[in-house]
């Protein structure tokens, strides 16, 4: 299996919800990242995970609250979001050992916040 | 501090060759990736350059200079399906993450 799964694929949600998004990979990578990505733009790094620990959080507000429960799963918890954080938000996945610095990513929640 | 600059758009006929460049300023160096993203998809990794020199894969061959902080990668006999942004990428931070280039929107022509 070498593929990230993101779900949900899309999401709407307003400014007072509370949502999850899941990502997983059964790779047995032991570095998960989150990115965000607004159109015609690069991945911007949010969070990365190495053996499920936080270990880089890139001035992210907290709003955006990361969970790595164990070392398949990534979750990202959304709280009183603002429109402008409407976005891809991608999901990603590296060995995390030696010089393989390749990332695996999902194929994206597209978030819109109203 | 990490910057990479790439032209933001790039136009081909099919079965041309074009070449996309990367220029590269970073605190510490490890290599160059390039990445695809097609419309809506995800980015997928397509090469790594660690040392100076050529890699081939395929139709797509990708270059590095270290001393130019210089690299570029280069889509041979170009498809319909190559149409997509390109992104080159450098890790950073130790290695634990990945710093993305400005991108570049390729869109090949009939």
């Known amino acids: 299996d070498t593929e990230v799964t993101q779900t949900p694929k899309h999401l709407v949600m307003g400014m007072t919800n509370k949502k999850s998004l899941k990502c997983e990979q059964h790779?047995?990578?032991?570095?998960m990242y989150w990115y965000k990505q607004k159109a015609k733009k690069p991945p911007e790094l949010m969070f990365v995970y190495s053996y499920e620990k936080l270990s880089i959080n890139e001035s992210v507000p907290s709003r955006f609250s990361p969970e790595c429960p164990n070392s398949s799963l990534l979750n990202l918890h959304l709280h009183a979001l603002q429109p402008e954080d409407s976005a891809l938000y991608l999901c990603?996945?590296?060995?995390?050992?030696?010089?393989?610095?390749?990332?695996?990513f999902g194929p994206g929640t597209r978030l819109t916040v109203t | 501090g990490q910057s990479l600059e790439q032209p933001s758009e790039v136009t081909a006929v099919e079965g041309a060759i074009v070449q996309i460049n990367c220029t590269y300023q970073?605190?510490?160096?490890?290599?160059l990736s390039w990445y695809q993203q097609h419309d809506g998809g995800a980015p997928t990794f397509l090469s790594y350059n660690a040392l100076d020199g050529l890699e081939e894969t395929g139709r797509f061959s990708s270059f590095l200079s270290r001393s130019d902080s210089y690299g570029y990668l280069l889509l041979q006999e170009l498809q319909m399906k190559d149409s997509a942004s390109y992104f080159c990428a450098v890790p950073a931070g130790g290695g634990n993450k990945l710093t993305f280039g400005t991108g570049t929107q390729l869109k090949v022509e009939l």
């Open positions: 970073t605190s510490g160096f490890y290599g």
């Open positions: 990603a996945s590296r060995p995390g050992t030696g010089g393989n610095y390749e990332q695996y």
């Open positions: 790779m047995g990578h032991r570095a």
